[in-house]
Nanobody, 120 residues
Framework: QVRLVESGGGLVQAGGSLRLSCAAS????????MGWFRQAPGKERQFVAS????????SYADFVKGRFTCSRDNAKNTLYLQMNSLKPEDTAVYYC?????????????WGQGTQVTVSS
Protein backbone atom coordinates (compact mmCIF):
# COMPACT_ATOMS: atom_id res chain seq x y z
CA GLN A 1 0.00 0.00 0.00
CA VAL A 2 1.20 3.50 -0.86
CA ARG A 3 -0.31 6.57 0.77
CA LEU A 4 -0.13 9.83 -1.16
CA VAL A 5 -0.91 13.23 0.32
CA GLU A 6 -0.95 16.33 -1.87
CA SER A 7 -0.46 19.85 -0.59
CA GLY A 8 0.31 23.32 -1.89
CA GLY A 9 -2.90 24.15 -3.71
CA GLY A 10 -4.70 27.43 -3.30
CA LEU A 11 -6.00 30.57 -4.95
CA VAL A 12 -3.67 32.52 -7.21
CA GLN A 13 -4.05 35.23 -9.82
CA ALA A 14 -3.42 34.54 -13.49
CA GLY A 15 0.28 34.70 -14.21
CA GLY A 16 1.17 33.57 -10.72
CA SER A 17 2.88 30.44 -9.46
CA LEU A 18 2.21 27.57 -7.13
CA ARG A 19 4.25 24.56 -6.07
CA LEU A 20 2.40 21.35 -5.36
CA SER A 21 3.90 18.59 -3.27
CA CYS A 22 2.92 14.96 -2.93
CA ALA A 23 4.30 13.11 0.08
CA ALA A 24 4.43 9.34 -0.29
CA SER A 25 4.59 6.74 2.45
CA UNK A 26 4.35 3.00 2.59
CA UNK A 27 6.26 1.03 0.03
CA UNK A 28 9.58 1.94 -1.57
CA UNK A 29 9.14 5.24 -3.40
CA UNK A 30 11.58 4.40 -6.16
CA UNK A 31 9.52 1.35 -7.14
CA UNK A 32 7.02 3.69 -8.74
CA UNK A 33 6.74 6.12 -11.56
CA MET A 34 4.83 9.15 -10.36
CA GLY A 35 2.34 11.36 -12.10
CA TRP A 36 0.19 14.46 -11.80
CA PHE A 37 -3.35 14.57 -13.10
CA ARG A 38 -6.08 17.16 -12.84
CA GLN A 39 -9.84 17.30 -13.02
CA ALA A 40 -11.84 20.44 -13.62
CA PRO A 41 -15.55 20.63 -12.74
CA GLY A 42 -17.65 18.77 -15.28
CA LYS A 43 -14.60 17.43 -17.10
CA GLU A 44 -12.73 14.15 -17.17
CA ARG A 45 -9.48 13.68 -15.32
CA GLN A 46 -6.54 14.50 -17.56
CA PHE A 47 -2.84 13.74 -17.53
CA VAL A 48 -0.53 16.62 -16.60
CA ALA A 49 2.96 15.17 -16.12
CA SER A 50 4.80 12.01 -15.20
CA UNK A 51 8.28 11.14 -14.02
CA UNK A 52 10.10 7.84 -13.88
CA UNK A 53 11.66 6.37 -10.76
CA UNK A 54 14.99 8.16 -11.13
CA UNK A 55 13.69 11.47 -12.43
CA UNK A 56 15.59 10.96 -15.66
CA UNK A 57 12.52 10.73 -17.84
CA UNK A 58 9.74 13.28 -17.60
CA SER A 59 6.70 13.74 -19.79
CA TYR A 60 4.26 16.64 -19.98
CA ALA A 61 0.90 17.32 -21.50
CA ASP A 62 1.18 19.84 -24.31
CA PHE A 63 -0.91 22.41 -22.46
CA VAL A 64 1.63 22.69 -19.61
CA LYS A 65 4.91 22.44 -21.51
CA GLY A 66 7.17 25.36 -20.71
CA ARG A 67 5.06 26.39 -17.71
CA PHE A 68 5.05 23.40 -15.33
CA THR A 69 8.02 21.42 -14.02
CA CYS A 70 7.67 17.98 -12.47
CA SER A 71 10.39 16.67 -10.16
CA ARG A 72 10.90 14.20 -7.38
CA ASP A 73 13.15 13.93 -4.34
CA ASN A 74 13.62 10.24 -3.65
CA ALA A 75 15.41 10.95 -0.38
CA LYS A 76 12.28 12.73 0.87
CA ASN A 77 9.74 10.45 -0.84
CA THR A 78 8.17 13.52 -2.36
CA LEU A 79 6.90 14.48 -5.78
CA TYR A 80 6.65 18.12 -6.87
CA LEU A 81 4.89 20.16 -9.52
CA GLN A 82 6.12 23.70 -9.99
CA MET A 83 3.43 25.63 -11.82
CA ASN A 84 4.31 28.99 -13.37
CA SER A 85 2.40 31.37 -15.62
CA LEU A 86 -0.86 29.95 -14.37
CA LYS A 87 -4.01 30.49 -16.41
CA PRO A 88 -7.67 30.40 -15.36
CA GLU A 89 -8.05 27.21 -17.39
CA ASP A 90 -5.55 25.54 -15.05
CA THR A 91 -8.21 25.65 -12.34
CA ALA A 92 -8.83 22.07 -11.20
CA VAL A 93 -8.28 19.54 -8.47
CA TYR A 94 -4.76 18.20 -8.89
CA TYR A 95 -3.99 14.59 -8.00
CA CYS A 96 -0.76 12.71 -7.70
CA UNK A 97 -0.54 9.06 -8.58
CA UNK A 98 1.95 6.24 -8.20
CA UNK A 99 2.14 3.20 -10.40
CA UNK A 100 4.71 0.60 -11.38
CA UNK A 101 5.91 1.40 -14.88
CA UNK A 102 4.27 -1.63 -16.50
CA UNK A 103 0.81 -0.98 -15.09
CA UNK A 104 -1.80 1.59 -16.09
CA UNK A 105 -2.27 4.58 -13.83
CA UNK A 106 -5.81 3.54 -13.01
CA UNK A 107 -4.57 0.47 -11.19
CA UNK A 108 -2.08 2.43 -9.06
CA UNK A 109 -2.37 4.60 -5.98
CA TRP A 110 -3.95 8.05 -5.87
CA GLY A 111 -3.96 10.93 -3.46
CA GLN A 112 -7.04 12.82 -2.33
CA GLY A 113 -6.27 15.85 -4.45
CA THR A 114 -5.54 19.52 -3.84
CA GLN A 115 -7.58 22.39 -5.27
CA VAL A 116 -5.91 24.94 -7.51
CA THR A 117 -7.93 28.01 -8.43
CA VAL A 118 -6.60 30.62 -10.82
CA SER A 119 -8.48 33.89 -10.97
CA SER A 120 -8.49 36.13 -14.04
Amino acid sequence: QVRLVESGGGLVQAGGSLRLSCAASGRTFTNYRMGWFRQAPGKERQFVASINWSGGSISYADFVKGRFTCSRDNAKNTLYLQMNSLKPEDTAVYYCAASPAVFPWQSGYWGQGTQVTVSS
